[in-house]
């Protein structure tokens, strides 16, 4: 009779030896447990089998820093031609391969007063990298003359992992425009600033199991058992010592958990030992401080662990029911669906925000949907902005996007019932309306702090007239009439100038920074009834080492 190989490695052979040596290693562990009673405490010395994170490593995504240099464009005037011989020659070199078939003559742009040769560093995080934009910091050179980056646009620029410039491999780009804080009401270095959800990975990231001893044997059951639990073709045997995993489409955005439940999964099956492994675990989840591990081993154990599973979502303790909900999610269950919508309603409830966020595991999107809106109205605000993250997530289409520009998108989120404006300083730069439309009302006058921007509502005057000083010459553009709605009010400032409508200007080409400080002044002002809420700021300072 004929045996299966694929990569040399003999699949039948290899399940039945794994087998005896399992059977043989978990003999010993029942009689052991048989010899101890049956006593709910845990036996300290219980051994539950060899795990694949006992006979190998894996590698998953790590947080990586990374960092970079280029050239920040369409600065008015305030950029310099300082530029080290070292990296002068690396953006020549660059600008070449980017624009082969070009004209420009690379030293005239680096040596322009428009334009800006800067530093870069970017923390990649650890998920799946195609999926994930990330922010970038962007410093002018110190010893340059180059007084502010406001108003400027990263061109396309590559980044390394940190301490390899030039000599490693490139792991991701970086483009578009600077963001300079405007909110804060401290005086704000313009020499720094961010591309929010300007950074974009390569390639995507690949977790691998590295084996301590290299075994085709070994391999090719690690393989056949991740197969056997996540789907034929998440993990591939490459060698005898390494096996490349591919993320399942349900843990998108769960990749370190994946991981985690990888160097967690048993090798060794018989339903006896499984039933001993869920008794385990599932006290250790009921009783022990350290409920992640247990969360991990369970999940990775599989379906076998619901039954039991089920009976903690009427613990006394709101952890473990959150924990046991989630982990049933994520094994298929939807049975821990109201469990986890009582926590995330719970007014006093330190688990709010994490209830919420496991919410968006399940397949019942009506019932999630459902839930998530209802928190739309809550009085706590991270609970808002979770419930609104979620629904986002989920592409309801209760939320309705616009692209303003090239620079961010106005949210509109017309069921919830509390007025507020919450405006994004992370990831992709954004302006979300709850409770729109949102309108402005009685007469008023807005200006940008430097005076180039007024917006104003004379009395009797019905709509809203905006003007703005022309960017480059002495000349003011406007005034253009506009709707009381906030939504027209921030298109007409922020749409691009060259886009002409029924005969005339249709937008003043304002920045997202100008924009939310706008913004942020008419909700203090009263001008529109409205909360205003600052998302944070990128983490990235927290990696500068220069």
Same mark, same amino acid.
Request: charged share 20%; net charge positive.
């Given at each position: 009779?004929?045996?299966?190989?694929?990569?040399?490695?003999?699949?039948?052979?290899?399940?039945?030896?794994?087998?005896?040596?399992?059977?043989? %290693?978990?003999?010993?562990?029942?009689?052991?447990?048989?010899?101890?009673?049956?006593?709910? /405490?845990?036996?300290?010395?219980?051994?539950?089998?060899?795990?694949?994170?006992?006979?190998?490593?894996?590698?998953?995504?790590?947080?990586?820093?990374?960092?970079?240099?280029?050239?920040?464009?369409?600065?008015?005037?305030?950029?310099?031609?300082?530029?080290?011989?070292?990296?002068?020659?690396?953006?020549?070199?660059?600008?070449?391969?980017?624009?082969?078939?070009?004209?420009?003559?690379?030293?005239?742009?680096?040596?322009?007063?428009?334009?800006?040769?800067?530093?870069?560093?970017?923390?990649?995080?650890?998920?799946?990298?195609?999926?994930?934009?990330?922010?970038?910091?962007?410093?002018?050179?110190?010893?340059? *003359?180059?007084?502010?980056?406001?108003?400027?646009?990263?061109?396309?620029?590559?980044?390394?992992?940190?301490?390899?410039?030039?000599?490693?491999?490139?792991?991701?780009?970086?483009?578009?425009?600077? %963001?300079? #804080?405007?909110?804060?009401?401290?005086?704000?270095?313009?020499?720094?600033?961010?591309?929010?959800?300007?950074?974009?990975?390569?390639?995507?990231?690949?977790?691998?199991?590295?084996?301590?001893?290299?075994?085709?044997?070994?391999?090719?059951?690690?393989?056949?058992?991740? /197969?056997?639990?996540?789907?034929?073709?998440?993990?591939?045997?490459?060698?005898?010592?390494?096996?490349?995993?591919?993320?399942?489409?349900?843990?998108?955005?769960?990749?370190?958990? %994946?991981?985690?439940?990888?160097?967690?999964?048993?090798?060794?099956?018989?339903?006896?030992?499984?039933?001993?492994?869920?008794?385990?675990?599932?006290?250790?989840?009921?009783?022990?401080?350290?409920?992640?591990?247990?969360?991990?081993?369970?999940?990775?154990?599989?379906?076998?662990?619901?039954?039991?599973?089920?009976?903690?979502? /009427?613990?006394? #303790? +709101?952890?473990?029911?959150?924990?046991?909900?989630?982990?049933?999610?994520?094994?298929?269950?939807?049975?821990?669906?109201?469990?986890?919508?009582?926590?995330?309603?719970?007014?006093?409830?330190?688990?709010?925000?994490?209830?919420?966020?496991?919410?968006?595991?399940?397949?019942?999107?009506?019932?999630?949907?459902?839930?998530?809106?209802?928190?739309?109205?809550?009085?706590?605000?991270?609970?808002?902005?979770?419930?609104?993250?979620?629904?986002?997530?989920?592409?309801?289409?209760?939320?309705?996007?616009?692209?303003?520009?090239?620079?961010?998108?106005?949210?509109?989120?017309?069921?919830?019932?509390?007025?507020?404006?919450?405006?994004?300083?992370?990831?992709?730069?954004?302006?979300?309306?709850?409770?729109?439309?949102?309108?402005?009302?009685?007469?008023?006058?807005?200006?940008?702090?430097?005076?180039?921007?007024?917006? #104003?509502?004379?009395?009797? +005057?019905? /709509?809203?007239?905006?003007?703005?000083?022309?960017?480059?010459?002495?000349?003011?553009?406007?005034?253009?009439?506009?709707?009381?709605?906030?939504?027209?009010?921030?298109?007409?400032?922020?749409?691009?100038?060259?886009?002409?409508? *029924?005969?005339?200007?249709?937008?003043?080409?304002?920045?997202?920074?100008?924009?939310?400080?706008?913004?942020?002044?008419?909700?203090?002002?009263?001008?529109?009834?409205?909360?205003?809420?600052?998302?944070?700021?990128?983490?990235?300072?927290?990696?500068?080492?220069?």
């Amino acid at each position: 009779m004929g045996v299966r190989r694929v990569n040399g490695i003999c699949y039948k052979t290899t399940r039945f030896i794994l087998l005896l040596i399992a059977v043989g %290693f978990f003999a010993g562990c029942e009689q052991q447990t048989k010899s101890q009673g049956t006593s709910t /405490n845990l036996a300290p010395k219980i051994d539950l089998g060899p795990t694949i994170g006992s006979l190998a490593q894996v590698v998953g995504p790590q947080e990586v820093v990374v960092e970079g240099y280029g050239l920040v464009g369409g600065l008015p005037g305030t950029g310099s031609s300082q530029c080290p011989p070292q990296i002068r020659a690396y953006l020549k070199r660059y600008i070449s391969t980017q624009l082969p078939d070009s004209r420009v003559d690379a030293d005239k742009l680096i040596d322009s007063d428009s334009t800006a040769v800067v530093w870069l560093e970017a923390i990649i995080p650890p998920e799946v990298p195609q999926r994930h934009r990330f922010d970038v910091m962007v410093v002018a050179l110190s010893g340059t *003359q180059t007084t502010s980056l406001e108003g400027g646009w990263l061109y396309t620029a590559e980044l390394w992992p940190r301490g390899t410039f030039a000599v490693g491999k490139v792991v991701a780009t970086a483009e578009g425009p600077v %963001f300079i #804080d405007t909110l804060s009401t401290s005086e704000q270095n313009k020499r720094i600033g961010y591309v929010l959800g300007g950074g974009k990975a390569i390639s995507e990231y690949i977790a691998t199991v590295l084996l301590h001893k290299p075994d085709y044997r070994t391999a090719g059951a690690i393989r056949d058992k991740i /197969n056997e639990r996540f789907g034929f073709g998440i993990a591939k045997a490459i060698s005898p010592g390494q096996i490349e995993l591919n993320v399942p489409q349900h843990y998108r955005g769960q990749e370190l958990k %994946f991981v985690e439940i990888i160097r967690a999964t048993y090798l060794g099956e018989t339903p006896e030992f499984t039933k001993q492994r869920i008794k385990t675990f599932i006290t250790k989840l009921a009783i022990s401080d350290d409920k992640h591990d247990s969360e991990i081993a369970l999940e990775a154990i599989g379906k076998e662990s619901l039954s039991k599973l089920v009976v903690l979502l /009427n613990s006394s #303790d +709101q952890q473990v029911c959150l924990i046991a909900a989630r982990c049933m999610l994520n094994l298929g269950s939807d049975r821990g669906l109201a469990t986890l919508a009582k926590i995330a309603k719970d007014p006093n409830s330190p688990f709010r925000v994490e209830a919420l966020q496991a919410l968006s595991i399940s397949s019942n999107r009506t019932d999630v949907v459902e839930i998530t809106t209802t928190l739309l109205s809550d009085r706590n605000l991270a609970v808002v902005i979770a419930a609104y993250e979620q629904l986002r997530k989920l592409n309801d289409p209760m939320i309705t996007q616009e692209f303003i520009g090239r620079s961010f998108l106005i949210d509109h989120v017309p069921q919830a019932p509390r007025k507020a404006i919450f405006v994004a300083r992370s990831g992709q730069p954004r302006i979300v309306l709850f409770g729109a439309p949102i309108y402005c009302h009685g007469d008023f006058l807005v200006q940008s702090k430097d005076g180039s921007i007024t917006i #104003d509502r004379r009395p009797g +005057q019905e /709509n809203v007239s905006i003007t703005r000083k022309h960017p480059a010459r002495s000349t003011i553009i406007g005034p253009i009439i506009t709707t009381l709605e906030l939504t027209d009010i921030i298109k007409t400032l922020c749409e691009e100038p060259a886009k002409i409508e *029924q005969g005339r200007r249709r937008g003043l080409g304002v920045s997202y920074p100008e924009m939310i400080a706008l913004v942020k002044q008419m909700c203090e002002k009263d001008i529109v009834t409205a909360e205003f809420w600052g998302g944070p700021l990128p983490r990235i300072a927290s990696a500068v080492k220069k």
